[in-house]
């Protein structure tokens, strides 16, 4: 079954159980896709990111009661609409139709309502402006790699910060740069630096090397080991804007994937970089996609 049919049952399920709690690991599981592949994919295929769409829906449905239904209370609007507190839903309402919800109650501006219900763009949007060719995507098997690494779960704007951690715990326990390969886990890519962002940002070691670390790893509640597991991967480089390397991505997961008829493996997307991660105006590095 098409990456296309898979996601429309996660649509379907998503507007059945609207007010209850949506975990990744269960839309991941009705999609039939590693649930660490999920908001790639949904990205992907839709040109929306999923938490964005899924305020939305939640939002365009406590609009309905706001308007149509005076009577029941904000606090139970919010409950009604998904939402795990009212401070919660006060912000995201505000944030998704551009007024709070006492203000929308009041005195709804439908027209900024109906302007902010963007309906979800072609599924094919942007997926002919790359060939395979472009994207040079080939084959790479690799072997088995561990990998030191900070988890970053938080706005997108503070990701320095994880990269100052790591590197500051780097030079206290003497891991030369020099003899060392710099990678990312890419769970999502945020839309702003305000959003969300998960990223694991490591550097490989040596199983010397994580000896030596036992003690200040299980001392650590922010540092931890990973796996680059061997097998075959689907590889694409990239030098170039932020914009670009997006584009290539969504080719990979949407169209490519497709193209190939390969299934994707609980590995996360990879970036090996060899740029300094937090430069804004152009990225170099290799993306890694693990396939079987």
Request: with cysteine; proline share 4%; charged share 20%.
């Amino acid at each position: 079954m098409a990456l296309e049919q898979q996601f429309e049952r996660v649509l379907q399920f998503i507007d059945e159980h609207l007010s209850e709690n949506l975990p990744r690991e269960v839309l991941a599981d009705k999609a039939g896709v590693p649930v660490n592949h999920f908001d790639l994919i949904f990205y992907s295929l839709y040109h929306t990111h999923f938490d964005e769409y899924l305020a939305l829906l939640r939002n365009i449905e406590a609009a309905q009661i706001l308007s149509f239904d005076k009577s029941v209370p904000i606090e139970q609007v919010a409950k009604t609409a998904g939402y795990t507190s009212t401070t919660a839903f006060i912000d995201a309402f505000t944030f998704s139709i551009g007024q709070s919800p006492a203000s929308f109650r009041q005195a709804p501006d439908w027209a900024q309502f109906f302007a902010k219900q963007q309906p979800l763009k072609t599924l094919s949007e942007g997926h002919e402006q790359l060939e395979c060719l472009d994207a040079n995507i080939h084959l790479e098997t690799l072997e088995e790699l561990k990998i030191l690494m900070i988890e970053h779960r938080g706005p997108a704007l503070y990701v320095s910060q994880s990269i100052q951690a790591l590197l500051a715990f780097r030079t206290a326990h003497c891991l030369p740069l020099s003899q060392q390969r710099t990678f990312n886990f890419i769970y999502s890519l945020p839309p702003d630096n305000n959003a969300n962002f998960s990223i694991d940002i490591g550097v490989s070691v040596s199983e010397g090397q994580l000896n030596a670390l036992n003690v200040p790893l299980s001392d650590s509640s922010c540092f931890k080991t990973k796996t680059l597991s061997k097998g075959r991967y689907a590889v694409l480089y990239h030098k170039g804007s932020e914009a670009e390397l997006t584009c290539k991505i969504k080719y990979l997961y949407s169209t490519w994937l497709k193209k190939m008829k390969y299934q994707l493996r609980e590995q996360p997307l990879i970036f090996e970089r060899f740029d300094s991660a937090n430069e804004a105006e152009s990225v170099d590095l290799k993306v890694y996609l693990a396939i079987t």
